[in-house]
């Protein structure tokens, strides 16, 4: 019964392939370059207004899903972002 609570519907599998399919080419680098811009993605959003933080923070948990369902390593886009891989 476990198994199928990690099973994905046909509708979930066609949307994965499709995050995949997208930002594996170009335009999906330049896209996922832009949100990474807009999004803070991983500087934190801290702010002293809790409305501004959480508004902040939902721009950053969605670049986070985005990565996680393009299949792209997290850390390892932040460190290319950032100079550290090529």
């Known amino acids: 019964m476990d198994e199928d609570v990690n099973k994905l519907t046909p509708v979930e599998e066609s949307t994965l392939l499709a995050y ?9 680098r330049l896209v996922l370059d832009d949100l990474y811009n807009l999004c803070f ?11 501004l933080h959480s508004y902040e923070e939902g721009k950053r948990s969605v670049l986070l899903r985005i990565l996680r369902l393009g299949g792209i390593n997290v850390r390892d886009y932040i460190e290319y972002r950032n100079g550290l891989k090529r």
């Not at 995949?20 to 999906?28: D, I, N, P, Q, R």
């Not at 993605?41 to 409305?51: E, F, N, P, R, V």
């Open 20 to 28: 995949k399919t997208f930002f594996s080419t170009e335009e999906g």
């Open 41 to 51: 993605a991983m500087l934190g959003s801290y702010m002293a207004d809790q409305k």
